[in-house]
């Protein structure tokens, strides 16, 4: 699934520590009704089929943790393949899924109430702190995904120029803990 996100060429993109990713790393896989049925999990008590609601408890006891690329194939069973990301900090990473001639690929952004999320930091001191530290180093980043992402005519206007893109880190870099797949 991670491979998705690596820029063309990149060889660590292929690469064998690649293979110690496992479903234990995504978020929330706990609840997903893919990971936690069969043949993803043997152990399962219910087929895929009867299984409504995944109670996590239950997932994480009799599923164990299954190799990406064993995920990735099962994904690739269903006609619709959603990834949700919690708090994308660079919105570069997504440019070589944009380009990808062969990915239906469509983004959509959701922004959450400022009065909510203020509330969520009244009631967490530690998330405040956390996510602040998070802002300020997205911020000493500059605006290098708005520049990535106008240089490949995202966003720009009508007749905008192009130029060309920086290397990038690799997308797993951003992503970690915040992924959760939805089959």
């Given at each position: 699934v991670l491979r998705l996100y690596a820029p063309p060429g990149d060889p660590a993109a292929r690469a064998p520590g690649a293979a110690n990713l496992t479903t234990a790393a995504l978020f929330r896989w706990r609840t997903n009704k893919v990971i936690c049925s069969p043949p993803l999990c043997p152990g399962a008590p219910r087929a895929r089929a009867e299984v409504g609601l995944v109670e996590d408890a239950a997932c994480e006891r009799s599923c164990p943790p299954v190799a990406l690329r064993a995920l990735e194939a099962e994904c690739r069973k269903y006609p619709v393949v959603v990834i949700k990301d919690v708090r994308l900090l660079d919105l570069g990473v997504l440019v070589p899924l944009l380009r990808d001639p062969g990915l239906n690929l469509k983004v959509v952004q959701l922004f959450r109430d400022p009065r909510a999320v203020h509330n969520s930091r009244l009631k967490s001191r530690q998330g405040l702190l956390r996510e602040s530290i998070q802002v300020l180093r997205t911020r000493q980043r500059g605006d290098r995904?708005?520049?990535?992402?106008l240089a490949h005519g995202v966003g720009a206007r009508p007749g905008g120029q192009?130029?060309?893109?920086?290397?990038?880190?690799?997308?797993d870099f951003f992503l970690t803990g915040a992924l959760e797949v939805i089959c």
């Open positions: 995904f708005h520049r990535v992402l192009s130029r060309a893109l920086p290397a990038a880190p690799r997308a």
